[in-house]
């Protein structure tokens, strides 16, 4: 299994539209989650942090089940400025829970808003 | 004010050659990383610092050597550069290694292109 897999798509959409993405994790000790958005060309940059009871901000919605290591991001109404690579990011922990650096990114999910 | 800052942002350099690439922060964090990212775009953590402390070592060759002469600063020297290494390169920090406040920042990246 990959430390953090997600599917690479790529997502096309219509402005509008709502798409989710999926992301899996290997380490079940991992304790804190995030997902990043990287335009092309540029630096990824933190969209949300992944909360255990799920969190929502604005039209972007995160949730994690920690018993399936499995984290979601869910987009509604989708913008033209959503097109992006969104990737799922899990910092690693050891056995007891304790992260040890190891801030980890999947592969990443390419989403194309279109008119 | 730029939080991660990164020099050069282009680098072209021939094989065999030696360079070295700049990170600074100014967000007053403690933990540092460097990250590839290859053709397809996966980003793949290498080095975790924290307090100028190497934390995390991602089976690197050991022709990349990073340095830390303080917590604000975390750079990368490439010794004997291969094709191979052809990538961008992020650095990027994060208020701490655990817990929930490692939510990382990026730098803009350095394009390094070995011919």
């Known amino acids: 299994r990959k430390e953090v897999e997600q599917d690479p798509g790529p997502f096309n959409v219509p402005e509008g539209a709502t798409v989710a993405f999926n992301c899996t994790y290997s380490?079940?000790?991992?304790?804190?989650f995030f997902w990043y958005r990287q335009d092309c060309r540029k630096e990824p940059k933190l969209l949300m942090s992944?909360?255990?009871s799920g969190n929502e901000d604005g039209r972007f919605t995160a949730q994690l089940n920690r018993a399936s290591q499995y984290i979601s991001l869910l987009i509604r109404d989708s913008k033209l400025s959503d097109s992006a690579t969104y990737l799922c990011?899990?910092?690693?922990?050891?056995?007891?829970?304790?992260?040890?650096?190891?801030?980890?990114f999947g592969q990443g999910t390419i989403l194309t808003v279109h008119p | 004010d730029t939080a991660v800052s990164q020099t050069p942002k282009y680098l072209v350099t021939q094989m065999g050659n030696d360079k070295s690439i700049k990170c600074e922060q100014n967000?007053?964090?403690?933990?540092m990383y460097w990250y590839k990212q290859d053709s397809k775009k996966f980003l793949k953590i290498m080095f975790s610092?924290?307090?100028?402390?190497?934390?995390i070592n991602e089976t690197v060759p050991n022709r990349f050597s990073p340095k830390s002469p303080d917590k604000a600063h975390l750079n990368l020297h490439i010794n004997s550069l291969e094709l191979g290494d052809s990538a961008v390169y992020f650095c990027?920090?994060?208020?701490?290694?655990?817990?929930?406040?490692?939510?990382?920042?990026f730098g803009q990246g350095t394009r390094l292109t070995v011919v």
């Open positions: 610092y924290n307090n100028k402390e190497l934390i």
């Open positions: 380490n079940s000790a991992s304790q804190s």
């Open positions: 967000l007053g964090h403690d933990t």
């Open positions: 992944v909360y255990s």
């Open positions: 990027a920090s994060s208020h701490s290694w655990g817990g929930m406040n490692t939510e990382a920042f």
């Open positions: 990011v899990v910092n690693f922990a050891n056995a007891g829970g304790t992260s040890y650096g190891k801030l980890t």
